[in-house]
């Protein structure tokens, strides 16, 4: 197919060539009379343009940060794309940042480095909500739009929270856990206290056990963010027998499937229910071969692409108010307290369809 300079050099030498008559002349007259009206038109669309605000909205000098903890971890690798993508589309930067290892107070300092650049917006997971509160709330003080994502830091000022209803993710995997062990059982959980979205996952599996009297919480251990500990608990977990036979192993926190899964493998055990959290490759690739049950899938990558359109639009219409007012009490906020990306189970049935999509991203 030829360029429109093409066709228009083609068109000037083709005129007044031997052979051509009147009506040759006239229908090529027109055609380009036709083309330079829409010329003409496009022109001054883009001229508008130049004048409309909207169309000048975004601007590559924009930056935007995505602040997280243990970043490292195949879930953040999944929200960072989410990040991106956001960013690729509205034509601005954004980058995620925070330590390769679950660091609260190390993600807080981060937050302060980014909050002195003074970004257009930044999105964050609270590792801690407590100790990231105070910079949370200086960023929003310095005119920086705060969202948190994945883990909320629900007293300090943040505009909103975009993530897991995670009450609701605990008691799918409940309901899953009491169908798989028919209502009795002994059960130890591997978690990351103090983080906010983890303590509410155990609340919802605790809201459904509580209407199962049969099955016994033995333990909750804390990995302080290495999965490795799982691993070594879980094989201790394996060797106990008799009434103190574990029957379920129950992973609140995205890398400690595979762990715990390697420590059931090593000790050729067969009869024990794992639940996981998130679907990370490794994680689908175990539902599939049968070591872990299910898994509880939340959405990073809707997280972060969501968020990063929310920080966008606060950027450039920002509310007639402090970004400090408290939003959450105003009847009239034009902020959501909440925004549940959603939450599902995957098991043997659905799998496929999970790696799949993984695969086509």
């Known amino acids: ?106 993600e807080a300092d981060e937050l302060d480095a980014m909050i002195a650049r003074h970004p257009a917006g930044i999105l964050v997971s609270a590792a801690d909500p407590k100790l990231i509160q105070p910079e949370i709330d200086k960023a929003l003080a310095a005119g920086i739009p705060v969202i948190t994502i994945d883990s909320d830091s629900p007293e300090s000022q943040r505009l909103y929270f975009v993530g897991t209803n995670n009450l609701q993710a605990g008691r799918l995997g409940g309901q899953r856990l009491v169908q798989k062990l028919s209502g009795k059982g002994n059960v130890v959980f591997f978690t990351i206290s103090g983080q906010l979205n983890a303590e509410e996952r155990l609340k919802g599996y605790k809201d459904v056990l509580a209407d199962h009297p049969g099955i016994k919480i033995v333990d ?54 794992l639940i996981a959290m998130d679907t990370d490759q490794d994680t689908l690739d175990l539902i599939k071969d049968g070591t872990i049950d299910s898994t509880i899938a939340q959405k990073p990558f809707t997280m972060a692409f969501f968020g990063l359109k929310g920080l966008d639009d606060v950027h450039h219409y920002p509310p007639k108010e402090k970004l400090t007012v408290d939003f959450d009490l105003e009847s009239n906020s034009p902020f959501p307290s909440f925004v549940d990306t959603g939450v599902a189970l995957v098991d043997s049935t659905n799998v496929d369809a999970q790696i799949k999509m993984k695969q086509s991203q």
């Open 220 to 273: 909750v251990f804390d990995m302080h963010g290495d999965s490795g500990t799982a691993m070594d608990k879980a094989a201790a977990y394996i060797a106990k027998k008799g009434p103190e036979t574990i029957n379920a192993f129950i992973c609140l926190e995205a890398s400690a499937g595979k762990d715990v899964a390697e420590a059931l493998k090593r000790n050729n055990t067969k009869d024990k229910l």
């Open 1 to 106: 197919m030829m360029g429109l300079h093409e066709t228009v050099m083609k068109d000037e030498m083709v005129s007044g060539m031997p052979g051509r008559n009147a009506d040759d002349d006239r229908i090529e007259g027109w055609a380009m009379k036709s083309m330079r009206a829409r010329l003409g038109v496009g022109s001054l669309a883009m001229a508008a343009c130049l004048f409309n605000v909207g169309c000048q909205r975004h601007s590559t000098s924009e930056q935007y940060y995505l602040i997280a903890a243990n970043i490292g971890l195949p879930y953040w690798k999944t929200a960072d794309a989410g990040l991106q993508a956001a960013a690729a589309q509205y034509g601005v930067k954004a980058e995620m940042r925070g330590p390769n290892s679950l660091d609260a107070k190390a």
